[in-house]
């Protein structure tokens, strides 16, 4: 039984943490084995040393910065494979098409980020949450990180993200709706590649 995996983008504050917890125990309840795993993973020794990035511990250009968001996946990817080869659903909050989005805002090569990631498990749904950088900035008014606090950055993120959410196996979602609307729109999208063939 081969397992799924389904992404859950968007802006900081767009709600991907909320969607995939309830995505996953709407999966639970339904009786399918799944895991909901977190991007950047700060428990690895790599996402130590993101966290005290963002937190202006550390200057990396954002070359360095989208590679360690990148290895940090990596860290993480025997772990993804045998539970999606056990066939798990495993939702990600984040996933690669961030690096895509914010290494493209700092003004990287898309293809660049996109080829460095192609050993990484492939998605079958990407769902990006949109909503405006200023709900993000909004919905979050203190502890912000450097990204959180840049809204022009965020304006570029979201650009890439809408850019790369015409490609098959996307779903754009209207993040800016009560979070059981937003569920249920993700829910029917998952239900759809859930289905048996």
């Not at 130590?48 to 990817?77: C, H, S, T, W």
């Amino acid at each position: 039984m081969e397992g799924r995996l389904i992404a859950i983008e968007g802006l900081d504050q767009s709600g991907k943490e909320t969607q995939a917890e309830l995505l996953q125990d709407r999966l639970k309840q339904e009786g399918r084995k799944v895991r909901t795993i977190g991007f950047p993973d700060y428990g690895t020794s790599i996402g130590e040393e993101i966290a005290r990035a963002l937190q202006g511990e550390r200057e990396y250009g954002p070359d360095v910065m989208q590679l360690l968001f990148i290895a940090n996946r990596y860290e993480r990817k025997p772990e993804m494979e045998r539970w999606l080869n056990g066939g798990l659903v495993l939702i990600c909050d984040r996933y690669r098409a961030s690096s895509i989005a914010y290494g493209e805002a700092h003004g990287l090569d898309p293809e660049w980020l996109d080829e460095v990631q192609r050993f990484l498990p492939r998605p079958q749904l990407t769902c990006f949450l949109d909503v405006a950088p200023e709900t993000a900035a909004r919905r979050k008014a203190a502890d912000r990180d450097k990204y959180e606090r840049d809204l022009e950055l965020l304006s570029r993120a979201r650009a890439s993200y809408l850019r790369q959410a015409i490609q098959p196996g996307w779903r754009t979602v209207d993040g800016d709706r009560p979070k059981e609307n937003v569920a249920a729109e993700i829910a029917a999208a998952v239900a759809a590649i859930l289905a048996p063939r």
